[in-house]
Structure formats: structure tokens, C-alpha cells
């Protein structure tokens, strides 16, 4: 039985564009600003940044020798977020309606200058915070693993109590849920073309 939901957040709550986030570096000067950024994973140092293995000062002294301009750290996060475009506030509703039924989890590979600034500020749409919508939290950078890497998922069960058996996860990256399967977990994949609700239904009433 399914007792519990555990979502991925870019690109199954939060809406997201890469090409965004790469032309932002690229006005900004880094070279090959392409080059950094994958549709599900990032490289060197977005990554370890996202991995809890840099800090945010360390992040920024990396990205300013990358950068051979002039810029401030506020220049390299506003890039960096414009990865991120938003949450509607329908998928706010419908996550405050689903946690009449089911305990609700989030578990994100993510960073602290997004999750401190733009996400924060997305899920307080409603007047509420992201606590308000979650039982539990697990991000990337607090976990020190990344996802599909199975030590991400051991460290969201142990770290807020949930059973794998017993809770269905839900994320754009078809590699993350085989991760999730191989470990006991449910899984189901939320494809573009149709949002986190269609994919808990056609799960739960296959």
C-alpha cells in the first residue's frame, strides 16, 4: 500500500529551462558555458556544489577564475537560477490536496543559492513555506550525494523515517526512478507532456 509520496522538484513541481541558464552564462563570459550543464545533472563545480562538497564561497572564488570578466557573486547566482522558471500555484494546490491522503516527501538534487532564494520564494506563493507542503525534505547538498547514486535515497529513508516499500517516487529522469526500483522503492516517471498527477494516478490504478 502506498502510504507515502516522494517528489523530485525540477521538472515535476518546478517548472525549469537549461538553455536559459546557459545563455545566462554566456552573457556573462564563461566559456563553453554549454558544456556545464546536462538535462538531469550538472558538471564541475555546479555539481559539487549541489553534492554539499563546496561551499557557496567556495562555489563563487571557482566561478570568477572560470569567468576571465569582472563579476559579482549576485551576477553568477542570477545566472545559475535562471535555470529555474517557477511553480504555478495550481501544482501548490494540488500538493496541499494530496497531503489530505498521503504523507508527501521532497527529495531534489539542488544547491543552497537556489533553495535559500528562488525556491523559497516560489513555494511561498500561498503565504506558506516549503515546510507547509512536506513532511520531510532531503536535498543533494545536505545528503552529500546526488541522485541516481543509491546513497541519496538510503539517507531520505533513514533521515525521515520512510518505508521504500511503502511510497511511490516521482521524478522527470527515467535513470533516477530505475535507481529508486533497484532499491525497493515504487517509481513512476513524470514526462513532459503530463504533470506529477496524471503520473500518481496511472501508477495507482494500473
Request: charged residues 25%.
Amino acid at each position: 500500500m502506498i502510504k507515502n509520496l516522494l517528489f523530485d522538484l525540477g521538472g515535476v513541481i518546478m517548472d525549469i529551462h537549461r538553455e536559459n541558464c546557459i545563455n545566462a552564462f554566456r552573457e556573462l563570459g564563461l566559456p563553453d558555458a554549454e558544456s556545464y550543464f546536462g538535462d538531469f545533472s550538472q558538471k564541475e563545480p555546479f555539481g559539487s556544489l549541489e553534492s554539499g562538497h563546496l561551499t557557496v564561497k567556495e562555489f563563487h572564488n571557482i566561478m570568477h577564475s572560470l569567468i576571465p570578466v569582472p563579476v559579482t557573486d549576485a551576477q553568477i547566482d542570477d545566472a545559475f537560477t535562471k535555470f529555474l522558471i517557477g511553480i504555478p500555484v495550481e501544482r501548490l494546490q494540488q500538493l496541499r490536496q494530496l497531503r489530505k491522503r498521503y504523507n508527501l516527501f521532497l527529495l531534489s538534487n539542488t544547491n543552497p543559492i537556489m533553495w535559500k532564494g528562488f525556491i523559497a520564494n516560489e513555494f511561498g506563493k500561498e503565504g506558506l513555506s516549503v515546510r507547509d507542503y512536506f513532511d520531510g525534505v532531503t536535498t543533494s547538498f545536505n545528503a552529500k550525494s546526488l541522485k541516481p547514486a543509491p546513497e541519496i535515497f538510503e539517507y531520505a529513508a533513514r533521515t525521515m523515517e520512510i518505508a521504500p516499500d511503502e511510497t511511490l517516487f516521482l521524478d522527470d529522469s527515467e535513470a533516477n526512478c530505475e535507481a529508486a526500483r533497484a532499491l525497493g522503492w515504487h517509481a513512476a516517471h513524470v514526462s513532459g507532456q503530463h504533470g506529477f498527477m496524471e503520473a500518481i494516478n496511472g501508477y495507482l490504478n494500473k
